[in-house]
């Protein structure tokens, strides 16, 4: 079993930054990339951006240029680099690790990006 946790959501103003963290714990055997997604109110859950063990990114058009995801892998976290954000970039926040077997979420954390 995996567990992912994220971290690092808050209130932000437009065009600030904020650092999402994804530490993950247990059996990362079998685990090929991680990616984010997130889910605004009354909306479906939509593809941020995902990164390949050997480090292919790929990103959303809707944040491509202002977000960077990347991996630490001798910490078993990943990372979303958030810049210029702006108000529909407001969200819950998840983490996803996708595997050969099962693919594993987290609880999400908020980002609110707001005046």
């Known amino acids: 079993q995996l567990q992912l946790v994220e971290s690092g959501g808050g209130l932000v103003q437009p065009g600030g930054s904020l650092r999402l963290s994804c530490a993950a714990s247990?059996?990362?055997?079998?685990?090929?990339?991680m990616g984010w997604y997130r889910q605004a109110p009354g909306k479906q859950r939509e593809w941020v951006a995902h990164?390949?063990?050997?480090?292919?990114?790929n990103y959303a058009d809707s944040v491509k240029g202002r977000f960077t995801i990347s991996r630490d892998n001798a910490k078993n976290t990943a990372y979303l680099q958030m810049n210029s954000l702006k108000p529909e970039d407001t969200a819950v926040y998840y983490c996803?690790?996708?595997?050969?077997?099962?693919?594993?979420w987290g609880q999400g954390t908020q980002v609110t990006v707001s005046s």
């Open positions: 996803k690790a996708m595997g050969t077997r099962q693919d594993y």
């Open positions: 247990g059996s990362i055997f079998g685990i090929y990339a």
């Open positions: 990164i390949h063990n050997v480090g292919t990114t």
